[in-house]
């Protein structure tokens, strides 16, 4: 295969449809857009590679990820506004003087406005980088190798008539293979540091056998991988791998002292079967594709909070016993616990296990994590309990109180399988990128641009007392915040002079007082996740945070992780009416008005009504301060309500827009806090779910509703592939509510209830999120 006929492979049909889509482009003018501008980026490319900016090119091949299909680009949070981003840096970065001219030509070319042509072509840049890369163009082969494609393509891709789709058969000027340059990716490494087992090896293991078997799972260059893909640098990744394994272990052990919770633990197993290979080992490839990265961190993150109700705690034990952040503690958790389950998942499968048995196998784990620490980390013994699981974590497993006995699975003895050696695991490089260009991707709040992401420098490792000893106290590690100033406390060791960074641009600075305490005000952050960064003394500390404007979470490397607000409720509404949201937005909006709650009134906690009139049949959009709650249809009596889910303590701004997303009508309203004494128990309101299926909405949205039980899951998909899953306890007031920013796209939410992982859906709701 040459290189243009992995071009037609790559951008197919499909994927010339769905980049030309979100570029504002029917098919046919993206087709033409991409056949004729992606040889002249080609070309330049292959110019640039011989002059000195041929470095910059291979700096950047190397940085980006190796994209598996167009698709799977466009599917990452973010997906089409990272690509254009990182298009909008890199072609005057690497295509120079030329850059302003290929669009210029591609546009009259094809006869494309030079806006839409633009931005496809913006777009298309980091795909044939990406491409490029997966072709085997390296830091020491760019020159020759782009140079011997140079002028091959300069007749295009065969033509409007051929299509990017179109055989190779079918262009006009069939492109050479150039000697070096392999079009075929290269192989994704599979394995990891044990030998696979047969069904029946798998299904005999238990108890200490069963340890050391997972043990060499998570053990050489797996280990190493997951420990860098989560944060860690140097000879601490690997380590951190092998003391995450028994807090996991622990976890799961706790969680299936009951039958129910055996049962949910072997029903989510299921979602993590995909990554376990045929012979039941771990499939590490997912660690070399930072899309599969950020799915299984998702995923993980809805795992770990039916693990720990109280997860800071952990991540900062842990974290700081690591030389790490709690941050960095957090994601290597979300890692590891669906390759964790996935593994416990097939020994289950292979043995035939019930809740019961499950149970049992797990309950004869619980005396011998402790030998699972390495050495000097004797202390994570405290986590190794069920304090981990309420946040205590204080009390070591060996005091942890006597269980009732559960049904324990007996085998036969089993010499464990000897660990041979670990199958290289292939990192994400993270090449240095033009150092004039990293301040700029900042400066524009690119945090979640994989260029940022793949190139942002990894600190290095503080060791000693002051590693551990710089603690951010509040916020805490994955709160949500408005986007307003903010106070930043914690404590170090006396006297030390702190720098404080938002994504590697510096905010605010602090000095350690005598008494161990520090704080500082630090400016509004945009919206969005933000990781801070608290360094000095050789000491650092790293946290991130969830910014929008209703306090609301964000969700990616890819990955769905919605947050919840905390109240909802069959509550009641200020009956009183007045108009106070009429405007004069034409004569479509002209009869609008908000009736009920009145202006400026307080609201008791959870759920409360929307009430007012407007014109029969046109459909409105909600808004909760920045946040959209769905649409509506107002009713043919002209007559519009709208129950509102569950909102968080406070003031708050309801607007109603029109299709045109011209405001109708607001009203301001203050939500009272749930009484100090109210609770969740005996929750037996019918269940209600506020957003309808098939809706296009903007983001960040929030849904929920009431309900009865314990609370809600709500499950995320992009097509079939689950993203993420969030566990909603019920609230004071029996309400639930979810939050998410998916990024643009088709989003498929499941809700079912709590703790019945298989059980049919409660509802599922196809949702389009605008751009």
Aim: hydrophobic residues 40%; charged residues 15%.
């Amino acid at each position: 295969m040459n290189f243009t006929e992995l071009l037609h492979s790559f951008f197919d049909e499909p994927a010339t449809t769905e980049l030309g889509r979100v570029a504002g482009l029917d098919p046919a003018a993206a087709r033409r857009v991409l056949e004729t501008g992606l040889p002249l980026q080609l070309d330049a490319l292959a110019a640039q590679a011989g002059t000195p900016g041929g470095a910059h090119i291979a700096e950047a091949i190397d940085s980006l990820p190796r994209f598996e299909s167009v698709q799977g680009a466009l599917n990452e949070p973010d997906g089409a506004q990272n690509l254009q981003q990182a298009g909008e840096l890199l072609m005057p970065a690497l295509l120079g003087d030329r850059a302003g001219d290929l669009t210029r030509q591609v546009s009259e070319r094809t006869g494309v406005d030079a806006g839409g042509a633009g931005r496809l072509m913006q777009m298309s840049l980091p795909l044939l980088l990406s491409l490029l890369g997966r072709s085997g163009v390296t830091a020491g082969n760019v020159g020759p190798l782009l140079g011997g494609l140079r002028g091959t393509l300069a007749g295009g891709l065969g033509g409007a008539s051929a299509g990017l789709s179109g055989p190779a058969s079918g262009l006009s000027a069939p492109a050479p293979s150039v000697p070096g340059l392999d079009v075929t990716p290269a192989p994704v490494e599979h394995g990891t540091g044990s030998a696979g087992l047969d069904a029946a090896g798998l299904a005999a293991l238990s108890g200490p056998a069963l340890l050391d078997w997972l043990r060499a799972q998570f053990s050489g260059k797996t280990a190493d991988a997951l420990g860098a893909a989560a944060g860690f640098t140097g000879g601490a990744s690997g380590r951190a791998a092998q003391a995450t394994l028994p807090v996991l272990l622990s976890a799961f052990v706790q969680r299936a002292r009951t039958d129910a919770g055996a049962q949910d633990l072997l029903a989510r197993s299921a979602a993590s079967a995909d990554l376990i290979g045929a012979d039941g080992t771990l499939n590490t490839r997912v660690l070399t594709d930072p899309a599969e990265t950020a799915r299984v961190e998702g995923q993980g993150r809805g795992l770990l909070g039916s693990l720990f109700p109280n997860l800071d705690p952990v991540t900062g034990r842990l974290g700081s016993a690591l030389g790490g952040s709690g941050a960095s503690a957090g994601r290597l958790l979300a890692l590891m616990a669906p390759m964790l389950l996935g593994l416990l998942g097939a020994r289950a499968r292979a043995g035939g296990l019930n809740a019961a048995a499950f149970r049992g196998l797990l309950s004869g784990l619980d005396g011998h994590l402790t030998g699972l620490l390495p050495a000097g980390l004797g202390s994570l013994g405290a986590l190794l309990g069920a304090g981990a699981l309420t946040g205590a974590a204080a009390t070591p497993a060996a005091s942890a109180p006597p269980r009732a006995a559960a049904p324990v699975v007996t085998t036969a003895p089993v010499s464990p399988p000897p660990p041979p050696a670990a199958a290289p695991v292939t990192a994400e490089r993270r090449g240095g990128f033009p150092w004039w260009i990293i301040p700029l991707l900042l400066l524009l709040g690119l945090g979640g641009c994989w260029l940022v992401n793949q190139n942002r420098a990894a600190p290095p490792a503080a060791t000693g007392e002051a590693a551990a000893s710089i603690v951010v106290t509040n916020p805490t590690s994955g709160a949500d915040l408005p986007a307003e100033p903010f106070t930043m406390s914690g404590t170090g060791p006396a006297n030390t002079e702190l720098t404080i960074s938002d994504q590697g641009q510096e905010v605010g600075k602090a000095t350690v007082g005598a008494d161990g305490a520090w704080s500082a005000e630090l400016p509004a952050p945009t919206t969005g996740e933000h990781t801070y960064s608290v360094d000095g003394g050789g000491g650092r500390s790293e946290l991130k945070v969830n910014v929008t404007d209703a306090s609301a979470g964000t969700e990616g490397t890819g990955t769905d992780t919605g947050s919840t607000d905390t109240s909802t409720d069959t509550g009641g509404t200020d009956t009183g009416s007045t108009d106070t949201g009429s405007t004069d937005a034409g004569a479509a909006a002209g009869t609008f008005a908000i009736s009920a709650p009145a202006a400026d009134a307080t609201l008791p906690a959870g759920t409360f009504t929307l009430r007012g009139t407007g014109t029969a049949g046109q459909e409105v959009e909600l808004f909760e301060d920045d946040t959209s709650l769905g649409k509506l249809t107002i009713g043919e009596d002209g007559a519009w309500s709208f129950d509102v889910p569950s909102p968080t303590a406070g003031a708050h701004t309801y607007t109603v827009r029109g299709p045109d997303g011209t405001d109708l009508g607001s009203v301001a309203a203050t939500v009272s806090a749930p009484a100090a004494d109210a609770s969740a128990a005996d929750c037996t309101e019918a269940y209600t779910l506020s957003i309808t299926d098939g809706q296009t909405v903007n983001e960040p949205f929030r849904f929920g509703g009431v309900g009865q039980g314990e609370g809600y899951s709500v499950t995320v998909k992009r097509g079939e592939r689950t993203i993420g899953t969030k566990d909603i306890p019920l609230d004071a007031t029996c309400g639930w509510s979810y939050q998410s920013k998916p990024g643009a796209g088709q989003i498929t939410y499941e809700v079912r209830p709590l703790g019945d992982a298989a059980a049919a859906p409660l509802s599922t709701v196809n949702l389009t999120v605008g751009q």
